[in-house]
């Protein structure tokens, strides 16, 4: 099945930084990425997604970035704020038949924005 | 607009005994995944059920067992329970089931389960 790695296991910047988190993943049919925000005690929200048809999708203060090639994709977060600390979760869905359609997620980064 | 909510938000249980964890979708999905997170780690797929049938299940045993009602709701039933089962379960609700291609996947607050 899919294997989803994520780096770094936690990050501390200070706050106007940027902040990068990476993810590879093993299954080559992989067609959906998405990166989830966790807060303590709360529900993970879904914060940004890019599909495999796509190399970039920007929001405001946050990018993803997909390489398809390399089997790997990103997140970026420019001018961090207090409110960005979190856990981020990646994932990605396995193409192919529906057997492996699953969303399998990355271990999380544990976001620190230091004021 | 609804959201998903789940119900209870925390079980204690012990060891052996049965449990049932329920799910609402938010309006207007028709699919429910559920998903196992141990403190520390990202959710790990348990099934999914679409049409009120379970699509597609994750590397879990058959003590965890779902269903899926005419109306979308689902439950995730777990018997003979083990310490490691204590967790939060998640679930999500999504359009379409496995074959609508990126459908994003929203999630509930979670049930917090502890195990004694």
């Known amino acids: 099945g899919e294997n989803v790695e994520q780096h770094p296991s936690t990050l501390s910047v200070q706050e106007g930084d940027s902040a990068v988190i990476k993810c590879t993943y093993s299954d080559s049919a992989s067609n959906y990425f998405p990166w989830y925000k966790q807060e303590l005690g709360k529900r993970p929200q879904l914060i940004i997604d890019?599909?495999?048809?796509?190399g970039e999708k920007k929001d405001q203060r946050i990018a993803v970035t997909l390489n398809k090639t390399a089997k790997h994709f990103s997140l970026h977060i420019t001018e961090t704020q207090p409110e960005d600390s979190a856990v981020y979760f990646c994932a990605a869905r396995g193409g192919g038949d529906t057997g492996r359609r699953a969303l399998t997620f990355g271990s999380g980064t544990r976001l620190q924005v230091q004021p | 607009d609804a959201g998903v909510t789940q119900s209870p938000t925390h079980l204690i249980k012990t060891r052996g005994q049965q449990v049932t964890l329920r799910c609402s979708p938010k309006s207007g999905h028709d699919t429910v995944s559920w998903y196992q997170q141990a403190l520390g780690q990202g959710p790990q797929f348990i099934f999914q059920?679409?049409?009120?049938?379970?699509?597609q299940r994750g590397n879990f045993p058959d003590r965890f067992s779902g269903h899926q009602f005419p109306n979308y709701s689902s439950e995730l039933n777990v018997n003979a329970l083990l310490l490691g089962d204590s967790a939060l379960y998640l679930c999500?609700?999504?359009?379409?089931?496995?074959?609508?291609?990126?459908?994003?996947?929203?999630f509930g607050d979670g049930t917090r389960l502890s195990i004694l």
């Open positions: 890019i599909r495999s048809n796509v």
């Open positions: 059920y679409y049409e009120e049938e379970e699509r």
């Open positions: 999500a609700s999504s359009l379409g089931g496995f074959g609508a291609t990126g459908q994003p996947q929203h």
